[in-house]
């Protein structure tokens, strides 16, 4: 176990082992997301009460759960780095913020879009909607704090201490959220809160949440490589690489 | 400087003798904070001068109908003690960072989450602890009911902590850029959220009649968990931002 | 008692660039240590680094034969570090400065002791004037004063001569000199030469 770790924190280990794990990784969410989006969009029936508005849904949920479980990775990663000052959790965790904030953003527009045939209006303070828009706050805030030191190793540091108090934060935000929109929409209509949804649309909403987690790992392995190039551009092995390219 | 009279000779401490007195520490820095603020008014003042200014602005800039008012005066007395507490945040560790006292902190053998919570808990006594003492004035200017001061009082005494606490991060963490004030509101902002969930949620109870101690057991709750987990982060960040 | 700290192989890396790297330093008792170099070239990185203010390097340091983060608090109540800034709180009397650096160790201490310290350093009358209203070379005594105030074997000093005149440059020197003849240690960065006769080592970085 320590030696997998270990490993795992030599950039070019992690650049070799990532130059095979990339192909399958897109591979993967290529089928995944064609046979969800084929499913869910034409296959899976109609929502009874909100006609076919609702598959969006195919978009919303898996978006949301990434945006979510991203920031958990990250936080994790940041963790890794102040602990056992493994450089690489850190280029991880850089590589990743982007594409938490934009899954965020992408579950907040697909929200938002989604409001429209069943609310009537774009935005709504829907409890789920407004902890997802702290959590875009939440991720502009570490993407900023690390951009705003110009050393980049204090960057890094002060971003994975942020990420940290972030993770605490987001169940203690998520509950208090929802406690005030009880407090001030008892009854009211929920996205995505149904009593039961026959195999036929959650089947294909598992497909996309996975192929999601798919894209999601491809497209970080894929910055993190970069970012492995950028920083250990001076060393020995991604010199012989550039010459052997050439 | 000193005459070459006759000098000792340099004594190493031992492990025995090195045992350093917390306590004394902590009512050094706290007796120091204070006194420092007291030479410096316009740091203390000022917050408070914007809390009023920033409240008399809402009658003027949507009406000074007293029933709408009454409404959103809980939430407008909550957001804006918010913002005062985050205008003071800044000065919180800047004058140590500059003059070098914070590195004399970090490397005295006292833990510095101790040291820098003492710190924080100097700014709530001289700002979170006005704030709440002011609100009822510009509760009354806002046509807050009568019955509803004391709870306002307590949850802003009792938030404001939190908001200390947790604004100490974000100060702590932007100490060492040379404009942090924007940023360290981006970065506070959102984790305050709760904190005002529950503090004006326990206002709008009160105005309304219903139970208030759920949200101030709430508030009670995040303050403990922000004195669980804020001072070590603390500790974390100014390191990184002495050493960046 | 001796006093011995030793730092083996030691590197510092920022951002991908190497401030130095392979320093081997030993100080031990009744020396004084003076790391020089242009700016830029790791001088003050070295000193936290000595101060044991840093962990993020390479390399090991020892204090007394046992590793340094194994005996901080111990190596923190014997070790005194003067950065480039002096550590005085603009807002603050000397006085009251000299209390809380006290305070930060433990120690209660006295007033009569402060103000005794105080004007071995030339600075009698100033005692309850805010730090903000004495110039750059009394701000820079008021640091120093915690030399003879808190007593602590190995002194850590970033450019201690900054600002002070010229009466204060040659006393500063004899206080150094002295401490090292009582058993004690220096480890000084300064671009002013040490002009005494005392068994002075030098590295010199960049």
């Given amino acids: 176990m320590w030696g997998l770790i270990h490993k795992l924190g030599s950039p070019k280990w992690f650049y070799q082992l990532s130059a095979t794990l990339q192909p399958w990784c897109w591979g993967a969410a290529a089928l995944l997301l064609l046979t969800g989006t084929l499913w869910g969009l034409v296959f899976a029936p109609a929502d009874y009460q909100q006609g076919n508005s609702f598959r969006i849904i195919y978009v919303h949920v898996p978006a949301a759960f990434l945006a979510q479980s991203v920031f958990v990775f990250m936080a994790g990663a940041g963790l890794i780095h102040l602990v056992w000052k493994i450089k690489m959790a850190d280029m991880a965790a850089a590589a990743m913020a982007p594409l938490g904030a934009a899954m965020t953003f992408v579950a907040l527009f697909s929200g938002a879009v989604w409001g429209v045939p069943t609310w009537g209006t774009w935005w709504i303070w829907d409890a789920r909607l407004t902890s997802m828009l702290i959590l875009l706050f939440l991720y502009i805030g570490v993407i900023a704090l690390r951009g705003a030191f110009a050393r980049r190793d204090s960057g890094a540091r002060a971003a994975s201490v942020l990420a940290m108090v972030g993770v605490i934060n987001i169940p203690i935000i998520k509950y208090s959220v929802d406690w005030w929109y009880t407090l001030h929409q008892p009854a009211s209509f929920t996205l995505t809160s149904r009593p039961a949804m026959p195999v036929s649309m959650w089947l294909p909403l598992l497909i996309m949440v996975a192929g999601f987690y798919c894209f999601f790992i491809a497209l970080t392995l894929m910055r993190t490589r970069s970012e492995i190039l950028r920083r250990e551009a001076h060393t020995q092995w991604v010199q012989t690489l550039v010459k052997e390219s050439r | ?244 | 008692m001796t006093l011995c700290l030793q730092g083996r192989q030691l590197g510092c890396e920022r951002d991908d660039r190497w401030l130095f790297s392979g320093l081997d330093i030993e100080i031990n008792h009744g020396e004084i240590l003076r790391v020089t170099g242009p700016n830029g070239s790791g001088k003050t990185t070295l000193l936290k680094i000595l101060a044991g203010q840093l962990n993020d390097f390479s390399g090991a340091l020892h204090w007394n034969g046992q590793p340094l983060s194994q005996v901080s608090e111990q190596f923190a109540a014997n070790m005194l570090y003067l950065g480039h800034a002096p550590g005085v709180s603009a807002w603050l009397t000397p006085l009251e400065n000299l209390a809380w650096y006290q305070a930060l160790q433990g120690e209660r201490g006295s007033e009569e002791q402060r103000e005794a310290a105080l004007a071995r350093m030339g600075l009698q009358g100033l005692e309850d004037t805010p730090i903000g209203h004495l110039s750059a070379g009394q701000q820079r005594r008021v640091a120093l004063t915690r030399l003879s105030l808190t007593p602590r074997a190995l002194w850590v000093l970033d450019e201690p001569f900054t600002a002070i005149d010229q009466a204060g440059v040659d006393a500063l020197e004899a206080q150094l000199a002295a401490h090292a003849d009582a058993g004690g240690a220096v480890v000084v960065t300064t671009h002013h030469a040490l002009n005494n006769a005392r068994p002075l080592c030098h590295i010199a970085l960049g």
Avoid at chain 2, 52 to 73: K, V, Y
Avoid at chain 2, 120 to 142: D, Q, R
Avoid at chain 2, 156 to 174: D, E, K, M, P, W
Avoid at chain 2, 218 to 238: E, Q, R
């Fill in chain 2, 1 to 244: 400087m000193p005459s070459s009279d006759t000098t000792p000779q340099v004594a190493i401490v031992s492990e025995s003798k090195a045992k350093p007195r917390l306590t004394v520490a902590l009512r050094a820095t706290l007796v120091r904070e204070l006194s420092r603020m007291r030479r410096r008014r316009g740091e203390v003042l000022n917050p408070l001068v914007f809390y009023a200014l920033a409240i008399s602005l809402f009658p003027l800039g949507i009406s000074p109908e007293a029933d709408l008012l009454t409404a959103i005066a809980p939430g407008l007395l909550w957001v804006m003690a918010l913002f005062a507490t985050l205008l003071s945040l800044d000065g919180l560790f800047r004058s140590d960072f500059d003059d070098g006292s914070l590195e004399q902190m970090m490397l005295s053998p006292q833990p510095l989450a101790a040291l820098s919570v003492t710190k924080v808990a100097a700014h709530w006594l001289l700002t979170g602890v006005p704030l709440a003492v002011m609100a009822p004035l510009l509760g009354v200017m806002l046509a807050l009911p009568l019955h509803s001061y004391g709870v306002l009082m307590v949850s802003l005494a009792l938030g404001s902590a939190s908001l200390s606490l947790i604004g100490g991060i974000g100060a702590a963490l932007t100490v060492g850029l040379p404009r942090g004030g924007v940023l360290l509101s981006l970065l506070v902002l959102p984790l305050y959220i709760p904190v005002l969930i529950f503090g004006s949620g326990a206002v709008q109870a009160a105005v309304v009649g219903d139970a208030v101690l759920p949200h101030l057991a709430m508030l009670g709750a995040l303050l403990a968990a922000a004195l669980i987990f804020a001072p070590w982060a603390i500790a974390a960040s100014l390191r990184i931002s002495i050493n960046g």
